[in-house]
């Protein structure tokens, strides 16, 4: 079975063919396209690079493309990538600008070109269904959630992904097969020890998430991608009052308001240097206190959500650090996990250094174990759209 992943954001155009034999996947060629205008062209440029590769004799040979679409509204899930999807994106673009349409408009053009090649969407807040109404409840009126503002999260292929890697990695196949099987068979009972997964996907955006037993109890990401940890230069949490406050006091308008939330907020606010985080640690190994600051503040933000998630679960047995701040800024796992041996957890700074992957990184006899386990969205999209084949008849 061949599958096709598209990630595309709103100039660019990236892929990755994953060919099965039976439930094993090997991700067979990948490429990507910058600067893109026109999502037909690049499609057509995708399939011929594929078929000169000598990867698909043709586009009958695919048989499905998957797309990691961010939020649809009320639909959620792992589904069939229909008109209906492609509507849901639209109508949901006020709250995921940057990812929406540029997925609306590749899923329209993959089925305008290629009617019969299957299309699969694996929305980022998938993983979060089964929150209970508690935790994903804004104290709102009935009638704004009715609208639609309550807690979705995002981030759910990576958090997954983690979540499954890391039960495997801890000898809970049980779990890990909870995880994995989610979108088909919803939450399981488990029988043995409950497992508490904490997991901490820190890039480009960031959010935490709780995992109790294998499904998403709690998350740091709220209505929009701009919720919980300062971003890279999105806002993250902020009081509801700042906005019509400022509106009022600095005279802007409110379309420059979420301008300036989305795009001139988050670390980049905090540190003035840049929204790469790397750029700011250069800038405090500098002494510029600003740099400084944003480092702190995001490091406070993380242990303020892997703290509530904690106490939450009664606990945690393994905290996961994901994506590329995640995977490789050892001072940002280390700043974490300090002073939390009373808690359990006894980071190895000599383990964290080397940045070992799917390894523990706490000394023998912590309580919490520690690991780093590399993103891995696109396999999960593949895997999800190939369980979707197995199990679903689609529409001619
Ligand atoms: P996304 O897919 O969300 O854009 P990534 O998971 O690729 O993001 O993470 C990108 C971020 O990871 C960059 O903004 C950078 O701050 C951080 N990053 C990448 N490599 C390193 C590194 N070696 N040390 C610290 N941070 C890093």
Redesign the pocket.
Known sequence: MNILVANLGSTSFKYRLYRFEGQQATAVAKGGYERVTDYGKAIDDCLAALSAGGHLKSVEDLDAVGFKTVFGGAITGCVEADESVEAALLASSDLAPAHNPPYAAGIRQFREKFPSVRRVALFETAFYQWLPEYAHRYAVPEAWYQAGVRRYGFHGASHKFAAERVAELLGRADIAEITRGLYQSGPRPVTGEPLRIITC??????SVTAVHNGVSVGTSMGLSPQSGLPQ?NRVGELDSAAIPFIHRKLGLSIPEIERQLTKESGLLALSGVS???????AAAKAGNPRAVLALDAFVHSIRHWIGAFWFQMGGCDALVF????????TF?RESVCAGLSGMGVTLDPARNALSPIETDLTCGGSATKVFIIP?NEELVVAREARRLLLAKTFAA
Not at 275 to 281: C, E, S
Not at 322 to 329: L, Q, R, V
Request: net charge negative; aromatic share 0%; charged share 20%.
């Open positions: 996907h820190l890039g480009g955006s960031s890279n929204n790469d985080v790397r750029d700011i640690h994901t994506a590329g701040i995640g995977e490789n800024d940002i993103a």
